[in-house]
Every structure is written in structure tokens, then in C-alpha cells.
């Protein structure tokens, strides 16, 4: 799953789950433990069909550590 993906018309981000090209709401900042550092946060972005399920996708795995708007997480980046 492509984190920064954007479509080819617009600068629109795009959500993460397959085959999906809604654009991006929310972003779901992960790790996993066996290969990450416990401060790095991976991302996968969400549209709002698809939060709750790249969520629990990523909540039974233990990898799932914040779930925040991509606005929130755009101004943090600032």
C-alpha cells in the first residue's frame, strides 16, 4: 500500500487500501515492533469507507499506533 500516492489530475492524496481512489481523510500511523524502532511510525492513509478497516487490519497485528486526520497530521509536518 502506497502512503503518498496522489492522483495524476490533482494533488489529492489517495486512500491506501487496494484498488481504492477516494481521497485520503485520515492517516493511520503505525509500526511493527520485529522491524521497526519503537518511535518510527509508518503511514497508511484512510478514506472514510476504508478507516475501519485498514485500522483493524493494522489493531490485530499490534502495529496500529495513532489514527488522526490528514489535516492534523499535515500541520504537525509543518
Do not use: Q
Not at 489530475?9 to 520485529?34: H, M, Q, Y
Not at 521497526?36 to 476504508?50: F, G, M, S, Y
Not at 485498514?54 to 488522526?68: N, Q, Y
Amino acid at each position: 500500500m502506497n502512503t503518498r500516492e496522489t492522483t495524476a489530475e490533482t494533488d489529492t492524496v489517495i486512500c491506501s487500501a487496494k484498488g481504492c481512489r477516494a481521497p485520503a481523510v485520515w492517516v493511520l500511523a503505525w509500526n511493527n515492533p520485529k522491524l521497526h524502532t519503537p518511535e518510527r511510525r509508518k503511514t497508511w492513509l484512510a478514506c472514510e469507507e476504508h478507516r475501519e478497516y485498514l485500522s483493524e487490519f493494522l489493531g490485530m497485528r499490534g502495529f496500529l499506533k495513532d489514527v488522526v486526520t490528514l489535516a492534523e497530521w499535515s500541520a504537525t509536518e509543518d
